[in-house]
């Protein structure tokens, strides 16, 4: 089936660089897209989404952006912090909400 | 509290047991929503309220899932006869609105553990 994916597992990041977390996703149908962040023992936290009409969105330190033409999305982290230490799951949606997540990326922050 | 609560936090049954999840969300939010998530996985959807209008349900893995939100509000996550590969985390999420406008709210979800 269409899914949502991550092009790499785990990113490790100097504190204070800038973090860029990719997900590649396969269904062409999605109209919504949403980064979530997650920590042990935690929910899912929303940090960012965009929508398909749009292909950059910026947050406080984050900014997402979007390719549609090759199904690319992108989650960059400004001044990374040891906080930022989670995993991290791109997301899509469409129709009535119902969210398909990817399989996430442990982005680790080394002091 | 103002998030999305989930009781209990740990749950360990025997194989073939039967399991109820609790999930108390946001207050006023019209969407539910329960996910299950497996270790080193992303959450993976079951099955979604609007009110108490069980909406989609297509998620559950097997007629030993059940799901309920009777009047709106509170939803119970069941599931019978337990077996070992529905040991995971089921997460629970909430929004205010239904339709495609936007941030779902997680609890911290219940961990079950089959034996």
């Known amino acids: 089936g269409e899914s949502v994916g991550l092009h790499l597992p785990t990113l490790s990041v100097q504190e204070g660089d800038n973090s860029i977390i990719n997900c590649a996703y396969s269904?062409?149908?999605?109209?919504?897209f949403i980064w979530y962040k997650q920590e042990s023992g935690k929910g899912p936290q929303f940090i960012i989404d965009i929508r398909s009409n749009m292909d950059k969105r910026q947050g406080q330190r984050v900014t997402v952006l979007l390719n549609k033409t090759v199904k690319h999305l992108s989650l960059q982290i400004a001044a990374t912090q040891p906080g930022d230490s989670a995993v991290y799951f791109c997301?899509?949606?469409?129709?009535?909400?119902?969210?398909?997540f990817g399989t996430g990326t442990k982005l680790q922050v080394i002091p | 509290g103002a998030g999305v609560s989930q009781s209990p936090r740990y749950k360990v049954a025997k194989r073939g047991q039967d399991v109820a999840l609790r999930c108390d969300p946001i207050s006023g939010h019209v969407s539910l929503f329960w996910y299950q998530q497996a270790l080193g996985q992303g959450p993976e959807f079951l099955t979604y309220?609007?009110?108490?209008?069980?909406?989609?349900k297509s998620g559950l893995p097997s007629d030993r899932f059940f799901a309920e939100r009777p009047e709106g509000s509170v939803s119970t996550l069941k599931i019978q006869r337990t077996q070992q590969e529905d040991s995971a985390v089921y997460l629970c999420?909430?929004?205010?609105?239904?339709?495609?406008?936007?941030?779902?709210?997680f609890g911290e979800g219940s961990r079950l553990t089959v034996l």
């Open positions: 309220f609007q009110n108490e209008a069980q909406l989609d």
């Open positions: 999420a909430s929004s205010l609105a239904g339709g495609n406008t936007g941030e779902l709210f």
């Open positions: 997301a899509e949606s469409g129709g009535y909400q119902k969210v398909t």
């Open positions: 269904n062409s149908a999605s109209d919504y």
